[in-house]
């Protein structure tokens, strides 16, 4: 059984963005792959952050995953700090890097701009990423677009130690949905949604109340053409709401443009309302029933011991390759 592992950060709250640019995927590959399934909390600290937040938003990211339909007794939930061996490998493949190929990763860029100093863990955040995935002998990594450059590092990490130390690692393929891969902001179709955009009406989250959504959707920006259309290129604002509709409801683009031809954005937008609203309702009460419980931390606990298990095997197996005396 080829084996599957994504994570999510604890880092504000999550958007439709990350939900149907990746997670959506994880309910529909419990039911033919091992998954393993993380809340990438140390890498939330490459940036500041509020230790409470960090400490509240690991429980709802991981009570999110249960929510949206991820099985633990088909799965395995974790959080990344509760095995050490992420933090042992990320060191071991640091030393196996070069700065230039670090140099070149765009989101090192974007996140480090305009800022007079960052941290190193900014910088080295795909080598801990690489050890996340290469940890669990991952075949697939189930990601949104803006991850694609993090996953062939990775791969020319894993090649590159491969050929140096003899077969160790496997060399893991991204998966990246061919529709929804990437909803862009809201306000600003020209940028993707994002967690930290200063307009909140620019996004939707998954713990959005109906009100909230409502707004945003309503308010969200189209064009003066009036016509309901698909294109990217000339209708960017029109076309990722197209999409946003097509992902929550299961009806495929060509048939939504069928269905409003003829009709104006505001038709579209308030039938939109009544598509995301529903399916994040019963998203919704899983999570607050999940949240309010113990159910969370049994299952995180449970999630940690088996995944330390094989986390060990691989860190074992490449410390040996590297020379290291072992006990």
């Known amino acids: 059984m080829k084996r599957v592992f994504s994570g999510v950060q604890p880092t504000g709250n999550i958007h439709i963005g990350n939900y149907l640019g990746a997670m959506k995927q994880f309910v529909d590959l ?17 940036l500041p952050q509020d230790p409470k937040s960090i400490y509240s938003h690991t429980l709802d990211v991981a009570s999110l995953y249960l929510a949206i339909g991820i099985d633990p007794k088909k799965s395995t939930i974790f959080v990344q700090s509760h ?13 196996n890097s070069y700065m230039g190929e670090l ?45 694609k450059q993090h996953i062939e590092l990775c791969r020319d990490i894993a090649i590159r130690f491969n050929n140096r130390f003899g077969e160790t690692f496997v060399i893991p393929e991204p998966q990246i949905k061919k529709s929804g891969a990437r909803i862009m902001a809201l306000d600003d179709p020209s940028k ?62 060509s048939e939504l443009e069928q269905k ?12 939109l ?15 607050h029933e999940i949240r309010n ?18 986390a060990n095997i691989t860190l074992r197996r490449v410390k040996e390759k590297m020379g290291f005396v072992l006990l």
């Open 293 to 310: 419980s113990d159910e969370i931390r049994n299952i995180l606990k449970e999630g940690a011991e088996k995944a330390e298990q094989v």
């Open 192 to 253: 993707k949604m994002s967690k930290s955009a200063e307009n909140p009406l620019s996004r939707i989250t998954l713990m959005d109340s109906p009100e909230q959504l409502k707004k945003a959707i309503m308010k969200a920006t189209t064009d003066s053409e009036g016509q309901i259309r698909f294109d990217l290129e000339n209708k960017a604002g029109v076309s990722n709401l197209l999409t946003i509709y097509s992902e929550f409801s299961g009806m495929s683009i």
């Open 103 to 147: 140099n070149r990763m765009t989101q090192f860029k974007d996140k480090s701009k305009g800022s007079e100093s960052v941290s190193v863990g900014l910088f080295t955040y795909p080598n801990l990423m690489a050890a996340d995935i290469l940890l669990y002998d991952t075949h697939i990594v189930p990601v949104g677009n803006d991850q």
């Open 273 to 287: 309302v009544e598509v995301v609203t529903a399916s994040l309702s019963s998203i919704q009460q899983r999570y």
């Open 83 to 95: 095995v050490p061996a992420h933090a042992e490998l990320g060191w071991l493949l640091q030393c």
């Open 260 to 271: 409003y031809e003829g009709l104006g954005y505001g038709a579209l937008k308030k039938d």
């Open 30 to 46: 419990q039911e033919e792959m091992d998954c393993f399934f993380c809340v990438v909390d140390l890498h939330s600290v490459t």
